[in-house]
């Protein structure tokens, strides 16, 4: 049996092993899954809570605003009682999407996000009905234009797609109704066509930007986590299973405990039977696979191959399991240039910045006879290789975390920066 096999146990009524092997299974799955639904039940604890909310307030002012305007507005406009029903849907819509989303966590539910949108359409086509005779759209529209800005509200609640489709819809049917409702020359009036190019940009531009924020936070965020959870890693013992083997682990474990439990109670008699036998044989081989691999496998590798960014961008060669011969600062220097390499988080100048895509291999070992170390001391060649960004892109404290490594040495090769490294670690003959 291979790394990565799936045992499948059958549950006849005969085969008491299989139902507690299974039983066992389906325990550590349900505890899984529990995990699993409260922490997607508490996703906006990592911040977008806070980010909605500050868009619910945004809108809120820009409703203080436009209600402001249209009251002034009353004497003007031919047909006040529709711009009233306009605000009074809109404000309807917006209370009611908050309550909702305060009761239903951090997603809107899509039949709430249907009512929100139609109401929107609403309160947009009696705005535009109460000032179309006026002939400016722009300079009039008061709930047409809040209802743009009225998307920010659900940013965190709802998808960026179809945030950025409600918006594009809502500049495509202002921009629609402008065109027909403009009267004769008004394309050839700079002021007239400043003004609805103003009214278009603050009802579509406020949502994508609250979008732009938001996903840009939430990869931050992202990244950032699977850092602090690969960062546990760094003061791992030298050879130890990792976080997935671990969760592994805890199934084959309370497996065996059900079947011994099993055996002394006598639900299942001995000698085995085949079928149960064979069960049983599975169990324990897969038990003595996991505990080989836990003497092969280096903190490094569980680094590498349990971090979504660093899994794929990240090339591991370490014949000789080295990598467990550093000490926790070689080993946070080592990760942290790791990540400073092939990380592209997103700056507050560029929030959805994508660069190059960046790889990465790190060579460690093999050790060099004859080496000038100190006593007791081996010297660990490590090749660092990054490909997608240039010597001079290079942030600062990459070399400030190589530095924490050993002594080092750099240059460029085929639009590649290499970087050779001697490390000086304990010689393990010695412990």
């Known amino acids: 049996m291979s790394k990565g096999d799936t045992i499948t146990f059958s549950q006849p009524e005969e085969n008491t092993l299989g139902v507690v092997v299974g039983n066992a299974r389906r325990a550590v799955t349900s505890t899984a899954r529990r995990f699993s639904r409260a922490a997607n039940a508490h996703r906006a604890s990592l911040g977008t809570a806070f980010l909605g909310l500050g868009a619910v307030i945004v809108v809120g002012l820009r409703a203080v605003y436009g209600l402001i305007w249209f009251a002034s507005q009353w004497e003007v406009y031919p047909e006040p009682f529709a711009a009233l029903a306009a605000w009074i849907v809109l404000t309807a819509v917006l209370i009611g999407a908050i309550v909702m989303s305060r009761v239903s966590g951090d997603r809107l539910p899509d039949w709430m996000f249907g009512l929100f949108l139609a109401g929107l359409a609403i309160a947009f086509a009696l705005d535009v009905i109460a000032i179309w005779e006026l002939r400016n759209i722009g300079g009039h529209a008061t709930a047409a234009l809040t209802a743009g800005m009225a998307l920010l509200v659900l940013v965190a609640l709802r998808g960026r797609i179809e945030i950025l489709t409600a918006a594009a819809i809502l500049g495509i049917a202002l921009l629609a109704v402008i065109f027909f409702d403009a009267p004769v020359g008004a394309f050839e009036d700079s002021g007239w066509v400043a003004t609805q190019i103003t009214a278009i940009a603050g009802a579509v531009l406020p949502p994508i930007i609250g979008v732009v924020i938001v996903e840009s936070f939430r990869r931050m965020v992202q990244v950032e986590l699977d850092r602090v959870l690969v960062q546990s890693t760094v003061s791992a013992p030298r050879f130890a299973v990792g976080m997935l083997a671990s969760e592994e682990l805890a199934r084959l474990d309370l497996a065996a405990e059900e079947l011994l439990d099993a055996v002394a109670n006598e639900k299942t008699k001995l000698p085995l039977t085949p079928k149960n036998a064979s069960v049983a044989a599975q169990l324990a081989t897969e038990l003595r696979l996991h505990l080989i691999e836990g003497r092969r496998e280096t903190w490094l590798y569980h680094a590498v191959s349990e971090s979504e960014q660093l899994g794929k961008s990240v090339t591991l060669s370490d014949k000789s399991s080295l990598a467990g011969l550093l000490d926790p600062t070689q080993r946070d220097g080592l990760l942290s240039a790791a990540w400073l390499l092939v990380a592209d988080v997103p700056s507050a100048a560029n929030p959805r910045r994508r660069g190059t895509a960046r790889t990465l291999t790190i060579q460690i070992g093999p ?65």
């Open 367 to 431: 050790v060099v006879p004859g080496t000038a170390v100190p006593d007791h001391k081996i010297a660990v060649p490590i090749t660092v290789t990054s490909t997608g960004v240039p010597r001079n892109r290079v942030d600062s404290g990459v070399w400030d975390a190589i530095g924490r490594i050993g002594r080092y040495s750099d240059s460029t090769q085929d639009a590649s920066l290499r970087v050779d490294i001697e490390c000086i670690v304990d010689n393990p003959a010695d412990q």
